[in-house]
């Protein structure tokens, strides 16, 4: 039977926003893949004048940059 093993790794931001990945403990970097969501986080939610905290992330622009981000790293 073949198992999967997986990490839990979470970064809080200045906002306190939580950014929570599941992943394979074997995969490197987790810090920085969660620091660049956060970049992202940083770039396209809360520089938008129409985005109020503690309210649901609604953002195009960022769910692609994100969706991209993941594909990316998903490849190497």
């Known amino acids: ?44 939610v809360l520089k938008n004048p129409f985005y109020t905290p503690d309210m649901p992330i609604r953002c195009d622009r960022f769910d692609a940059a994100l969706q991209k981000l993941v594909r990316i790293d998903i490849s190497r």
């Open 1 to 44: 039977m073949r198992q999967l093993l997986l990490c839990g790794c979470r970064r809080v931001g200045r906002s306190g926003v939580k950014f929570v990945a599941i992943v394979r403990p074997d995969r490197p970097n987790v810090e920085g893949i969660l620091r660049k969501i956060y970049e992202l986080y940083a770039d396209y």
